[in-house]
Protein backbone atom coordinates (compact mmCIF):
# COMPACT_ATOMS: atom_id res chain seq x y z
CA UNK A 1 0.00 0.00 0.00
CA UNK A 2 1.45 3.56 -0.71
CA UNK A 3 0.57 5.90 1.37
CA UNK A 4 2.70 8.74 -0.13
CA UNK A 5 2.58 9.86 -3.27
CA UNK A 6 5.12 12.70 -3.81
CA UNK A 7 4.47 14.45 -6.46
CA UNK A 8 0.70 15.03 -5.10
CA UNK A 9 1.84 16.57 -2.06
CA UNK A 10 4.45 18.25 -3.58
CA UNK A 11 1.65 20.47 -5.68
CA UNK A 12 -0.93 20.37 -2.82
CA UNK A 13 1.00 20.57 -0.33
CA UNK A 14 4.31 21.96 -0.94
CA UNK A 15 3.68 24.74 -2.86
CA UNK A 16 1.58 26.22 -0.35
CA UNK A 17 4.02 25.74 1.88
CA UNK A 18 7.00 27.18 0.16
CA UNK A 19 4.76 30.45 -0.69
CA UNK A 20 4.21 30.53 3.38
CA UNK A 21 8.13 30.22 3.74
CA UNK A 22 8.89 33.12 1.08
CA UNK A 23 5.88 35.31 2.33
CA UNK A 24 7.55 35.01 5.70
CA UNK A 25 11.34 35.86 4.78
CA UNK A 26 10.01 38.78 2.64
CA UNK A 27 7.70 40.02 5.75
CA UNK A 28 11.17 39.75 7.81
CA UNK A 29 13.31 41.19 4.93
CA UNK A 30 11.16 44.45 4.07
CA UNK A 31 7.78 44.99 6.20
CA UNK A 32 9.76 44.69 9.46
CA UNK A 33 9.42 48.70 9.65
CA UNK A 34 5.56 48.52 8.75
CA UNK A 35 3.70 46.87 11.25
CA UNK A 36 0.61 46.47 10.57
CA UNK A 37 1.66 44.63 7.03
CA UNK A 38 3.87 42.92 9.00
CA UNK A 39 1.46 41.65 11.22
CA UNK A 40 -1.11 40.96 8.32
CA UNK A 41 1.42 38.70 6.20
CA UNK A 42 2.83 36.52 9.53
CA UNK A 43 -1.15 36.21 9.79
CA UNK A 44 -0.90 35.34 6.59
CA UNK A 45 1.50 32.71 6.68
CA UNK A 46 0.57 31.19 10.11
CA UNK A 47 -3.18 30.71 7.82
CA UNK A 48 -1.22 29.01 5.35
CA UNK A 49 0.37 26.96 7.34
CA UNK A 50 -3.07 25.52 9.38
CA UNK A 51 -5.06 25.17 6.42
CA UNK A 52 -2.98 22.82 4.49
CA UNK A 53 -3.50 19.88 6.89
CA UNK A 54 -7.27 20.77 6.87
CA UNK A 55 -7.30 21.02 3.11
CA UNK A 56 -5.60 17.40 2.40
CA UNK A 57 -8.16 16.52 4.33
CA UNK A 58 -10.97 17.83 2.88
CA UNK A 59 -9.50 17.16 -0.87
CA UNK A 60 -9.08 13.19 0.42
CA UNK A 61 -12.51 12.76 1.21
CA UNK A 62 -13.48 14.60 -1.89
CA UNK A 63 -11.41 12.83 -4.47
CA UNK A 64 -12.73 9.47 -2.50
CA UNK A 65 -16.31 10.11 -3.01
CA UNK A 66 -15.68 11.10 -6.51
CA UNK A 67 -13.77 7.68 -6.84
CA UNK A 68 -16.69 5.50 -5.71
CA UNK A 69 -19.01 5.26 -8.80
CA UNK A 70 -15.87 3.20 -10.82
CA UNK A 71 -15.90 0.83 -7.69
CA UNK A 72 -17.96 -1.58 -9.35
CA UNK A 73 -16.25 -1.74 -12.48
CA UNK A 74 -13.29 -2.60 -10.30
CA UNK A 75 -15.38 -5.66 -8.84
CA UNK A 76 -15.47 -3.80 -5.26
CA UNK A 77 -18.79 -3.65 -3.18
CA UNK A 78 -18.35 -2.22 0.04
CA UNK A 79 -20.15 -2.62 3.06
CA UNK A 80 -19.06 -0.55 5.34
CA UNK A 81 -17.16 3.00 4.87
CA UNK A 82 -14.97 4.56 7.32
CA UNK A 83 -13.51 7.80 7.60
CA UNK A 84 -10.53 8.73 9.62
CA UNK A 85 -7.86 11.53 9.44
CA UNK A 86 -5.21 9.69 7.51
CA UNK A 87 -7.29 7.62 4.96
CA UNK A 88 -10.68 6.64 3.85
CA UNK A 89 -11.45 2.62 4.52
CA UNK A 90 -13.74 1.03 2.75
CA UNK A 91 -14.47 -3.17 3.74
CA UNK A 92 -15.97 -5.14 1.99
CA UNK A 93 -17.22 -8.77 3.77
CA UNK A 94 -16.58 -10.80 0.40
CA UNK A 95 -12.85 -10.44 1.66
CA UNK A 96 -11.30 -7.40 0.40
CA UNK A 97 -10.05 -3.81 1.78
CA UNK A 98 -10.12 -1.16 0.24
CA UNK A 99 -8.07 2.25 1.00
CA UNK A 100 -7.66 5.85 -0.36
CA UNK A 101 -4.86 7.19 1.88
CA UNK A 102 -4.48 11.03 2.52
CA UNK A 103 -1.44 11.75 0.71
CA UNK A 104 -2.29 9.69 -1.91
CA UNK A 105 -5.74 9.77 -2.79
CA UNK A 106 -5.99 9.38 -6.36
CA UNK A 107 -6.29 5.61 -6.46
CA UNK A 108 -8.19 3.24 -4.60
CA UNK A 109 -5.59 1.12 -3.50
CA UNK A 110 -6.69 -2.57 -2.25
CA UNK A 111 -4.69 -4.16 1.05
CA UNK A 112 -4.13 -8.06 1.35
CA UNK A 113 -6.37 -9.21 4.04
CA UNK A 114 -4.26 -12.68 3.69
CA UNK A 115 -1.40 -10.21 4.99
CA UNK A 116 -3.23 -8.66 7.49
CA UNK A 117 -2.59 -9.85 11.26
CA UNK A 118 -2.94 -8.49 15.02
CA UNK A 119 -6.27 -7.14 14.44
CA UNK A 120 -6.92 -5.14 18.09
CA UNK A 121 -8.93 -2.46 19.50
CA UNK A 122 -6.26 -0.45 21.48
CA UNK A 123 -8.27 1.95 23.82
CA UNK A 124 -5.08 3.58 25.04
CA UNK A 125 -6.12 3.50 28.22
CA UNK A 126 -3.70 4.78 31.17
CA UNK A 127 -4.76 4.87 34.23
CA UNK A 128 -8.58 6.05 34.32
CA UNK A 129 -8.25 7.53 31.74
CA UNK A 130 -7.26 7.80 27.54
CA UNK A 131 -6.17 10.10 24.84
CA UNK A 132 -6.38 7.82 21.83
CA UNK A 133 -8.83 4.58 20.81
CA UNK A 134 -8.13 2.97 17.64
CA UNK A 135 -8.56 -0.15 15.40
CA UNK A 136 -4.69 -1.21 14.63
CA UNK A 137 -3.57 -4.32 12.72
CA UNK A 138 -0.14 -5.15 10.94
CA UNK A 139 -0.41 -5.15 7.06
CA UNK A 140 3.35 -6.83 6.04
CA UNK A 141 5.07 -6.12 9.37
CA UNK A 142 4.03 -2.38 9.12
CA UNK A 143 1.34 -0.65 11.86
CA UNK A 144 -1.88 0.24 10.48
CA UNK A 145 -4.09 2.16 12.82
CA UNK A 146 -7.56 3.39 12.17
CA UNK A 147 -8.13 6.13 14.98
CA UNK A 148 -11.59 6.23 16.41
CA UNK A 149 -10.82 8.62 19.03
CA UNK A 150 -8.19 11.26 19.42
CA UNK A 151 -7.99 14.46 22.22
CA UNK A 152 -5.36 16.72 21.18
CA UNK A 153 -5.08 18.20 24.86
CA UNK A 154 -5.48 16.59 28.34
CA UNK A 155 -7.45 13.03 28.48
CA UNK A 156 -10.95 11.86 29.01
CA UNK A 157 -12.13 9.13 31.45
CA UNK A 158 -12.82 5.70 30.48
CA UNK A 159 -16.27 6.18 31.53
CA UNK A 160 -16.95 9.71 29.11
CA UNK A 161 -19.65 8.65 26.77
CA UNK A 162 -17.22 9.95 23.68
CA UNK A 163 -14.34 7.02 24.82
CA UNK A 164 -17.35 4.57 25.08
CA UNK A 165 -18.67 5.27 21.78
CA UNK A 166 -15.24 4.84 20.28
CA UNK A 167 -14.30 1.73 21.93
CA UNK A 168 -17.80 0.17 20.07
CA UNK A 169 -17.00 1.65 16.47
CA UNK A 170 -13.04 0.07 17.13
CA UNK A 171 -14.48 -3.12 18.07
CA UNK A 172 -17.22 -2.77 15.35
CA UNK A 173 -14.05 -1.95 12.66
CA UNK A 174 -12.03 -4.91 14.20
CA UNK A 175 -14.88 -7.34 13.47
CA UNK A 176 -15.97 -6.25 10.20
CA UNK A 177 -11.82 -6.60 9.36
CA UNK A 178 -11.57 -10.34 10.84
CA UNK A 179 -14.84 -11.51 8.99
CA UNK A 180 -13.49 -10.11 5.74
CA UNK A 181 -10.54 -11.86 6.58
CA UNK A 182 -11.73 -14.99 6.76
CA UNK A 183 -13.91 -14.40 3.78
CA UNK A 184 -11.13 -13.70 1.97
CA UNK A 185 -9.27 -16.97 3.28
CA UNK A 186 -12.37 -19.62 2.06
Known amino acids: MKKVNFSY ?17 VSFAVFMDNK ?14 VAIPIFLESKMKKMASALEPDFKAQGFT ?20 G ?37 EFFVDGKKVRITTLEVTRGRLAMK ?7 ISKADQLCALLNT ?7
Request: hydrophobic share 50%.
Open 9 to 25: LAVWGGIPAVFAVILAI
Open 36 to 49: GIFVFAIFVVIGIL
Open 78 to 97: YQYKFEANDAVYYIDQGGKL
Open 99 to 135: VVCRFNPTELQFVDLNKVTNVRTNDGKMGWSTARVSC
Open 160 to 166: DQRVLEA
Open 180 to 186: AKANAKG
